[in-house]
């Protein structure tokens, strides 16, 4: 027996294999570095996509800004040109071109508020809006004061103000200077934005020359019509009515008004000499308050109305005393005034 099973020939050994195990891992693996492959390059595409709409967002803002500053240049022309050369602008030509002025920066500053800000140019853009609603507030004073500036009765304390102005347009130029369009081009520069760069602007030309009150009213004073002083010929204003609310009033008798809305008082005033005439004042009293209302100007034989509200509002029955203050070289003055009484009810 055992000589015939030493007889049997050996069996082979089997070769050897890998085991399954680590099969499985180097799969998972091989898989797992497949998955992280593709995730890092997702996650560098997205951050080019996200770094591409950045500048581009950035670039968009710095063009923005340029447009503004490059209308708002021109703007700046065209208010001190005509203040250095009106030409042959009248006194209501140059009010009214220097109220165009004034909206259009009242568009710029409405502009800068709404521009669509990246988050690193919160700063800047701060500044920016600080220039702009600098500018912004100098032009609305100096357009409701420039009529008066022209005319003869408070041509010099308007005059004060607008110089006063003058020097904060000049301010502006200062913030835009030293803070705003550094910082912008700054956040343009860390994020490696080049060729964007916002334009410089002064919006005061000439250095300080039109910081200074002789300057202002040496050059309001060549718009033609402009009163420096007592024009020769006929002056004259006359009141031609008076109503509140749409009710004409008159001085015979007492006149019914409403008085469930607020009374405003529509004084109506006729230029009844030979010259143009700026700046004037009218003014109302009742219950022994006075409040007052300006006309522009007024052309020769033209009309022009004031409105008055007035508050507090009155009750009962009252005097209303209404008068269109002289103006310089007006001998008769009678028929610049009138007394009416009236209910409101």
């Keep these: 027996m055992e000589d015939s099973?030493?007889?049997?020939?050996?069996?082979?050994?089997?070769?050897?294999?890998?085991?399954?195990?680590q099969q499985i891992l180097l799969r998972r693996g091989l898989a797992l570095g497949a998955g992280l492959l593709i995730l890092i390059l997702i996650v560098l595409g997205v951050r080019g996509c996200l770094n591409a709409r950045k500048h581009r967002a950035l670039s968009d803002y710095a063009r923005n800004v340029t447009q503004i500053v490059d209308?708002?240049?021109?703007?700046?022309?065209?208010?001190?040109?005509?203040?250095?050369?009106?030409?042959?602008l009248s006194v209501t030509e140059f009010v009214a071109e220097v109220n165009a002025d004034r909206s259009a920066m009242d568009n710029y500053v409405?502009?800068?508020d709404g521009l669509d800000t990246p988050g690193d140019m919160g700063s800047a853009q701060d500044a920016l809006k600080l220039v702009y609603e600098l500018r912004g507030a100098a032009m609305t004073e100096i357009a409701d004061k420039v009529s008066t500036a022209l005319g003869e009765a408070g041509s010099?304390?308007?005059?004060?103000?607008?110089?006063r102005q003058m020097r904060v347009l000049a301010a502006s130029d200062v913030v835009y200077a030293e803070v705003a369009r550094p910082e912008i081009d700054g956040v343009l520069a860390d994020n490696g934005i080049e060729g964007d760069d916002v334009p410089k602007s002064e919006f005061v030309p000439e250095g300080t020359r039109w910081l200074e009150e002789s300057a202002v009213s040496s050059a309001l004073g060549s718009v033609s019509g402009a009163t420096s002083g007592e024009t020769a010929g006929v002056h004259g204003l006359g009141l031609i009515g008076v109503s509140i609310n749409g009710t004409e009033l008159t001085p015979e008798g007492a006149t019914a008004v409403s008085a469930e809305e607020t009374p405003e008082v529509e004084v109506t005033v006729q230029n009844q000499g030979e010259s143009t005439e700026n700046g004037i004042t009218v003014s109302v009293t009742v219950n022994g308050n006075t409040l007052t209302g300006d006309i522009s100007s007024i052309e020769a034989g033209a009309e022009e109305t004031a409105t008055i509200p007035l508050t507090p509002a009155p009750t009962g029955e009252v005097a209303l005393e209404v008068e269109a203050e002289p103006v310089p070289g007006e001998e008769v003055s009678e028929n610049n005034e009138a007394s009416y009484s009236v209910v409101f009810e």
Excluded at 8 to 19: F, H, S, V
Excluded at 71 to 88: A, I, R, W
């Design 156 to 163: 010099k304390k308007a005059t004060e103000v607008i110089a």
């Design 71 to 88: 209308e708002t240049d021109q703007t700046s022309k065209s208010f001190f040109g005509k203040l250095s050369d009106p030409g042959n």
């Design 5 to 21: 099973l030493a007889s049997r020939p050996g069996r082979r050994p089997r070769p050897p294999r890998r085991p399954e195990r």
């Design 110 to 112: 409405a502009r800068v």
